[in-house]
DNA sequence: CGCGCAGTTGAAAGTTTTCAAATGCAGTGG
DNA sequence: CCACTGCATTTGAAAACTTTCAACTGCGCG
């Protein structure tokens, strides 16, 4: 099956017959299969390039929804603002991720999307992309996929956050970025966390200072070795038991190669 | 903008010009802009009018996925079982709500849907109803929408379960039904609840005697009267006023009118 | 009429939060 | 290059909320 991939506007190259490289991150983003014709359709949509520093917004909640965003390089959170002024992560983006699939065919983005550190997107914008999905049957049913893992990865994360433990929960978040890390052929037991213990704390449900405390209690422990932000995961094994009593772990969103 | 929406198989009957209620749940189900040569078509891919007593269910975890189900009548809730063999409900859905979207291009159901009560569903064969929407782009559109208000609905819950106490939870889940009765031109007040406490609590991720805790609690202060599953919200506002803290409500699955 | 499940209630135990305060780290300006 | 300021992280102790355990009540169904 070939694969295409949002890419690098600056390294565009087509090989022949039905593969295309477009992007380093080829597998993560749009991994579909469709011919020739279709990858310059493909291309004439989606934006590349737009490139943000740590605090920068892809787009703010309420603002009109145009496109969705695929991440090339750093990291990002999503968050909501509530009613009383309190923000509320939703989700961590990692490169050759989707964000803003949840806003899909709706008026406004129904979150907003904020760099952790300079990075870089694709864009996606949405009408153009609907239409084409209609030509491309492959490409619908791969969006479909898309859409229906990040309900599943949304359901997961309300099972730990209703059943689990704030070490449960860490750990979870641990391994799933982990395995995050992995499939983008990174160290999955080494790698910096790209979030501060405040968000992570506040994505998690749980207050900084719990954060802080499961950290080190890890530490002492010996499961995982952390300073600031370097996380060592010394046995991964004995984190996933952790997390094995609730029925998987964090949600890991990446768009899984078809 | 004309409607189609899922029927009684006993009761199909077609209007001329665009508009076609196939279904008593009018505006609920699919509410989408389509000409009769597509109204045709769909209702060839729509199974109408399965029933399933208390207990029985649509489809179990790991069986491999086929359709979503429209609920006609009845009530239903969907859960996982985890590692351990607990459960851990994900979702209750009301007539005019459709199941399964989070299964949508998988190869298993990634939960199990069980009736709470007698209750009649419409099958939508997937593989069909998809190769349909490649050729009807609203009824693509829609079913974007129909997801990607899945995913915020499921956020939605996951901020619930993270950020709110007790009280806020059921508050929420009490208005989020309410509302769903409402759109279904039933009391938004006085209703029956259609799931046990047991259900609500491991939904909401509270010990059932939380539940119980708080329902009395709510009776004494007078917001609500209970008796058994029969509940009347005496103060809607003041329950909206315990969540407002949090952004918004419970999720509610219903496919809202476009 | 009685069994069994659903729901309620009380008291003790556990986790997590909150409040307060100290320490570390990083970017800025002198 | 260093001190300074502000934010991030850590830690301790008390307070708050929810769970757990146990027991009791109520209701529906055979």
Redo the contacts between chains.
């Keep these: 099956m070939s694969e295409i991939t949002i890419t690098n506007a600056n390294s565009t190259h087509k090989t022949l017959g039905s593969t295309c490289h477009l992007c380093s991150l080829s597998n993560l983003c749009l991994p579909i299969a469709v011919n020739n014709t279709e990858i310059e359709r493909l291309e004439d949509v989606i934006k590349q390039g737009k490139v943000l520093d740590r605090g920068d917004h892809i787009f703010q909640e309420h603002s009109p929804f145009r496109s969705c965003f695929a991440v090339r390089s750093g990291s990002f959170k999503t968050y909501?603002?509530?009613?009383?002024g309190?923000e509320?992560v939703?989700g961590f983006y990692l490169p050759g991720e989707i964000i803003g699939?949840?806003?899909?065919?709706?008026e406004a983005y129904?979150?907003s999307a904020k760099a952790l550190e300079k990075s870089s997107v694709c864009e996606i914008p949405f009408e153009q992309f609907?239409?084409l999905?209609?030509?491309i049957?492959t490409l619908?049913?791969h969006?479909?996929?898309l859409?229906?893992r990040?309900?599943?990865d949304?359901?997961q994360?309300?099972?730990l956050?209703?059943?689990n433990t704030a070490e449960e929960r860490i750990a979870s978040l641990l391994l799933s970025l982990s395995e995050r890390f992995k499939r983008r052929k990174l160290s999955p037991t080494h790698f910096r966390l790209p979030m501060p213990r405040n968000d992570i704390g506040n994505?998690?449900?749980l207050a900084v200072e719990t954060v802080s405390r499961v950290f080190t209690r890890f530490q002492k422990t010996g499961i995982i070795s952390v300073q600031g932000r370097e996380v060592t995961l010394n046995d991964i094994e004995i984190l996933k038991d952790m997390i094995?009593?609730?029925?998987s772990g964090c949600q890991s969103k990446e768009a899984k190669a078809n």
Tied chains: 1, 2.
């Design positions: 909501i603002v509530t009613e009383d309190e509320q939703t699939m949840d806003s899909t065919n709706t129904s979150c609907e239409d999905a209609t030509k049957p619908q049913h969006f479909f996929q859409m229906s990040e309900i599943r949304s359901r994360l309300s099972m956050l209703s059943k994505y998690l449900g094995k009593r609730s029925s």
